[in-house]
């Protein structure tokens, strides 16, 4: 398995209150990716990341910001905590596309982390 | 209507029987993502597949790219088994690599 690691791994917090939920990983992955997962949404896309400092938005990127100053760490912030964001947050990574030039890409597996459960109150 | 849609959402077994989670999609993809989750737990991919057919151990995913439809099955099926499986495609074109859609997942139970 590929290590990543979430922290923390549960959080309450208080509305109004910023939060930053940190992904770690040690596998060298050029792509990273924040999660959330709600019951009858699934998981849907916040934030990504395809390489040191270049971020873009999900489909579910309002009241969240990322960040990602090396390649290991991938941090996500809401910036004033709502009970909307209550949920359970997954960060996942991807080595990145392989294949030769001139042909299509091939996908890579993706791997996740443990999960932080997050309680807005 | 989502892109991803997997059935059945529940599925309740005996131990022994074979499973299988059906997943249709509605756009060109890049690839399909056979995940599993444990309750409470992390979420482990099992399967990547573009095209035809993947095997591991007792778990098999077949893709049908002309009819979007991918199957997981399950062989010989244990109470460890037990998870919810879910289905991810990464969409065809566009510049963002990696990006997944997910389907609703399907809950397997599997009883002794």
Not at chain 2, 33 to 54: E, N, Y
Request: aromatic share 8%.
């Amino acid at each position: 398995d590929a290590g990543i690691t979430q922290s923390p791994r549960h959080k309450v917090t208080e509305t109004g209150t910023p939060v930053t939920l940190r992904c770690h990983q040690t596998e060298n992955h050029r792509y990273m990716y924040w999660y959330r997962q709600d019951p009858g949404h699934g998981l849907r896309l916040i934030h990504y990341s395809y390489g040191v400092k270049d971020t873009d938005k999900g489909e579910v990127s309002d009241g969240y910001s990322v960040s990602r100053s090396k390649t290991e760490d991938f941090l996500l912030t809401l910036e004033s905590a709502t009970s909307s964001q209550t949920s359970v947050y997954f960060c996942a990574t991807q080595r990145g596309p392989r294949g030769v030039p001139g042909q299509p890409f091939m996908n890579t597996e993706a791997f996740f982390g443990q999960g932080t459960r997050l309680t807005v109150v | 209507k989502n892109e991803v849609e997997q059935s059945p959402q529940n599925l309740t077994a005996q131990e022994g029987e074979f499973i299988t989670i059906n997943c249709s999609y509605s756009v060109g993809i890049s690839a399909l993502h056979w995940l599993q989750q444990h309750p409470g737990g992390g979420i482990v991919s099992l399967f990547m597949l573009s095209s035809g057919k993947k095997k591991h151990g007792r778990l098999i995913a077949t893709i049908n790219i002309q009819e979007k439809h991918s199957s997981l099955h399950i062989t010989a099926s244990h109470p460890r088994d037990s998870a919810v499986y879910i289905c991810a495609v990464n969409n065809a074109g566009g510049t963002s690599y990696g990006k997944l859609t997910f389907g609703q997942g399907t809950i397997l139970t599997v009883h002794p």
